[in-house]
């Protein structure tokens, strides 16, 4: 099997980007674009997309967004010339079915996706079939998570079969389960044909990096979608822990603590100096890409996404790091700045990544099949009732720690359990009232509100509209139980 070692550090950087146009077709990339490898970027009528995913990154690690200890210069500088939309949610705290669910406009239990490493349903439409019916050129580096994740499934950790890139045939290079493949500082990855592509003693964000700085250096024939996924900063699996670029425990050895942590025990006080210096890696990566897009004269020419699959909640509402309804799960990043989206604005309604897909259709001017359940919300920037109309209500499903549905509007969360506390996630027939917190009153979710016969009136009132929109996902009818702990 053809390997491509790579060392780390800013040299290697710089001759991986100086021998990009000679290593062209070890590199995954179709036939036309292997054909183009040594000219120079060019530029297409259409916008460009990229989607940065970050996984695992809270929305309030953005300085931008209140944090006085992260430094995010680039995210603040995108913030700030683009559109923040600071109440964005995801619909399925969970890698897998929250990435399923952004790229098709679907929820999880309509894409086939409920648990991690399971496979987007093959007959639903995604951002990249669409794009790439428009002529664009769809392309994925880093971590893909959306394939079976055991061989006798057809599937893997590793390399990803073209049938289960859900239209990503163009540029691939990545794994399936990249914390599994890759680890900080040395790992391997996948090219379109199963080559691997190693690294070693570099950071891994930065190795990520450079494969997206080599792919925009490329000629582009075409307009492109780059879909950067990102591990950091999720905790590296095999050894239970989140991991910083050397140094970031002295960088941030007393940092800020969000006060949704401070009241719970759990992991973050050893945990959050590590967390903060994947996030400032994150922001320097975000940066240097800028900084391409800007040299390539692709900017202005360019939609460029930052958001995550879920928030991070370091042990303190269940014995893992997400699937629970709470902010510091639900709660996403999303900077978008571009055509259209470079606005200097601040969008605070409630809206969630089943959005993302029709809304980035939408912005280049790509039909959106009506299958989708999302809604553009390109009109919040531009339409002055269209904040009136937006509904602020986003269903979150929840699954694998529990069976759990949730409504979040911006007042209130709702939450509701499966009556006989399975864990798998067939829809059940009844649930019972769970957890409920008042959004404007208790931000940081301290105080759960359900059982309290004070707030009945609202209690019912959001079992009704979570019932909605549990039909409107397609899910069975079912009973939910009001709980009574208060007399």
Known sequence: MDCKKMDGGLDRRRSLMAGAAATGAA???????KAEAAGMPGTA?????????????????????????????????????????????????????????????RYASETGVMRNAHPIDPAL????TELRKAGYTANMIGKWHLAPGTEAAGGGRGFVQPKFRSGFLD??????????????YEGTIFDGDGKTIEFKDEYRVDFVTDRAEWFLRQKQEKPFLLYLSQLEPHFQNDVKRFVGPNGSKERFHDPFVPNDLKPFPGDWQTQLPDYYGCVESIDKSVGRLNTVLEELGMAENTIFVFTSDHGCHFMTRNEEYKRSPHNSSIRIPLVVQ????????????????????????????????????????????????????????????????????????????????AADGRRDNDSPSKYVEYQMYSEGADPFELVNLAGRKEYREQATRLRGELKDLLRAAGEPEAEIVPVTHYP
């Open 27 to 33: 590199m995954g990339l179709g036939s036309a674009a």
């Open 45 to 105: 009528a259409r916008p460009n997309v990229i989607v940065y995913i970050a996984d695992q990154f809270r929305m309030d690690f953005i300085g931008a967004n209140g944090n006085p200890s992260t430094r995010t210069p680039n995210l603040d500088a995108m913030a700030a010339r683009g559109t923040n939309f600071t109440g964005a949610v995801c619909n399925q705290p969970v890698c897998s079915p929250s990435r399923s669910v952004l790229l098709t406009g």
């Open 125 to 128: 439409p995604t951002l990249a």
């Open 171 to 184: 540029l691939w290079e990545g794994a399936n389960e990249f914390e599994w493949t890759t680890h900080p």
């Open 338 to 417: 571009g055509p259209g989206f470079n606005n200097a604005m601040t969008v605070p309604e409630i809206i969630g990544n089943i959005n993302l897909m029709p809304s980035l259709l939408d912005a280049v001017g790509v039909t959106v099949p009506g299958s989708v359940k999302g809604k553009s919300f390109v009109p919040l920037m531009k339409e002055a009732g269209a904040r009136k109309a937006w509904p602020n209500k986003e269903l979150i499903q929840i699954s694998e720690a529990m069976c759990a549905r949730a409504i979040r509007t911006k007042d209130w969360t709702y939450c509701v359990i």
